[in-house]
T-cell receptor, first 115, second 114 residues
């Protein structure tokens, strides 16, 4: 089984619907991240969390919210999805040591299409 | 501000060709530098890294040397294989301050034909 698991892997939805993407990890890491990948735009950080009680906005947090339900679980919500949120979403983890050395561990991605 | 610039893709090569993917950076202070690779349908994974000037990172036949004088970290491989087809991301992290986050390049797609 993967160390960082994202569900769903693929989702097609309609404008205005609420969507939740879930991430769970078995690496025991305290830090978790949500990124968005778009062609030609690389990776952009949406939110990150350094522990259960610490949530921080990234560079493109508008239109998104997150919940850190436990150390191992970090979910991303789109309260009212819009077409320009169509993208590939990645969850990643690190601990204090690997974060400071720049190594993140990524899930396999969740492809979201908003019609 | 701090940034990473990679050569645009896609890059298309024949098997056994030499690969170079250029990466330059702008940073205040002294960053650590990374190459991540994303194989089709997968998440990113760390390929190699270098933490100080003149360090060479290497893995799976890939190499990159941290050149402070040219602010570069170009990725090279002497003989690519079809299995190297992927998207390659250059990134940096500053070696000072709290809450350090990776700064990413836009990625370079590589396709290797048999």
């Amino acid at each position: 089984d993967a160390d960082v698991t994202q569900t769903p892997r693929n989702r097609i939805t309609k404008t205005g619907k609420r969507i939740m993407l879930e991430c769970s990890q078995t690496k025991g890491h305290d830090r978790m991240y949500w990124y968005r990948q778009d062609p030609g735009l690389g990776l952009r950080l949406i939110y990150y969390s350094f522990d259960v009680k610490d949530i921080n906005k990234g560079e493109i947090s508008d239109g998104y919210s997150v919940s850190r339900q436990a150390q191992a679980k970090f979910s991303l919500s789109l309260e009212s999805a819009i077409p320009n949120q169509t993208a590939l979403y990645f969850c990643a983890t690190s601990d204090y040591g690997t974060a400071n050395t720049g190594e993140l561990f990524f899930g396999e991605g969740s492809r979201l299409t908003v019609l | 501000g701090d940034s990473v610039t990679q050569m645009e893709g896609p890059v298309t090569l024949s098997e056994e060709a030499f690969l170079t993917i250029n990466c330059t950076y702008t940073a205040t202070g002294y960053p650590s530098l990374f190459w991540y690779v994303q194989y089709p349908g997968e998440g990113l994974q760390l390929l190699l890294k270098a933490t100080k000037a003149d360090d060479k990172g290497s893995n799976k036949g890939f190499e990159a040397t941290y050149r402070k004088e040219t602010t570069s970290f170009h990725l090279e491989k002497g003989s690519v294989q079809v299995s190297d087809s992927a998207v390659y991301f250059c990134a940096l992290i500053l070696n000072a301050g709290n809450n350090r986050k990776l700064i990413w390049g836009l990625g370079t797609s590589l396709a290797v034909n048999p």
